[in-house]
């Protein structure tokens, strides 16, 4: 889903726009899915109603298990435990409709609910994006100065943080929700994905959306390129740190205490540059469906199993959640 950041204004134009309808007839799109084969919905409403419910059980029980365990009280399982709340938020503001379409064999979205779901797909996922970054920041702190840890990530401060990360996203989000009440559409209302995409959205515009197109680079900027950037230069500083070490065993001590929080980075960012940095004449909507299943539905389902498979500290937690006082795996 992320990808509409990273798309050129250019393929938001160009397209052949039907004969113009006054915008407040529009009162509903066609989200046509990822397949229209009548034999293949029962299957992905099976693969998908599987993901969604893991994706969501998985995510509550970082969540309860931060919240239960006083020693997980820490600035960096707080984090860790938003992170999973804006996980659970940012699949259940599509995959629960897409799976409604599916079971009622409709692909109808109303105009109203395709905006509140584009407002909350643009706000959780760049909060996702926000959260990364200052995750990033709490190992570099905990690395590379140590003596200062409990003072730069203070209970206040990392509210604090939190706090600024919600307006940055919830601001923009908003606002560019917006802009697009102000679009007239045509009468041409399907769209090639299984969510309201922006960027497919302006396509079915009969109206100027410059301000639109523009809204979307600013975001872009906002949410992926500058959190982006604050991650690199986290992880380069912890590098050099640790490599500063001496001992085999210090270097991987202190390296493991960020190793969960970099295969997610890698994967996020990875499999992003992977889908969208490529030539825009190799771009197609297929592409675009099977990266959005990537960023709101797999990431989110495997991040509990990353951050708890091999972090001691989180099975524990989820042991005595569930009673058992052993070590248990999620």
Known sequence: MEGFYLRRSHELQGMGKPGRVNQTTVSDFLLLGLSERPEEQPLLFGIFLGMYLVTMVGNLLIILAVSSDPHLHTPMYFFLANLSLTDACFTSASIPKMLANIHTQSQIISYSGCLAQLYFLLMFGGLDNCLLAVMAYDRYVAICQPLHYSTSMSPQLCALML????????????????????????????????????????????????????????????????????????????????????????????????????????????????????????????????????????????????????????????????????????
């Open 163 to 330: 706090g600024v990360c919600w307006v940055l996203t919830n601001c923009p989000a908003l606002m560019h929700t917006l802009l697009l009440t102000r679009v007239a559409f045509c009468a041409q209302k399907a769209i090639p994905h299984f969510y309201c995409d922006p960027s497919a959205l302006l396509k079915l515009a009969c109206s100027d959306t410059h301000v639109n197109e523009l809204m979307i680079i600013t975001m872009g900027l906002l949410f992926l390129t500058v959190p982006l950037l604050l991650i690199v230069f986290s992880y380069v500083r912890i590098f050099w740190a640790v490599f500063g070490i001496s001992s085999p065993g210090g270097r991987w001590k202190a390296f493991s205490t960020c190793g969960s929080h970099l295969t997610v980075v890698l994967l996020f960012y990875g499999s992003l540059m992977g889908v969208y940095l490529l030539p825009p004449s190799t771009y197609s909507t297929e592409r675009e469906s099977r990266a959005a299943v990537l960023y709101m539905v797999i990431i989110p389902m495997l991040n509990p199993f990353i951050y708890s498979l091999r972090n001691r500290d989180m099975k524990e937690a989820l042991g005595k959640l569930f009673g058992s006082g052993k070590t248990f795996f999620l």
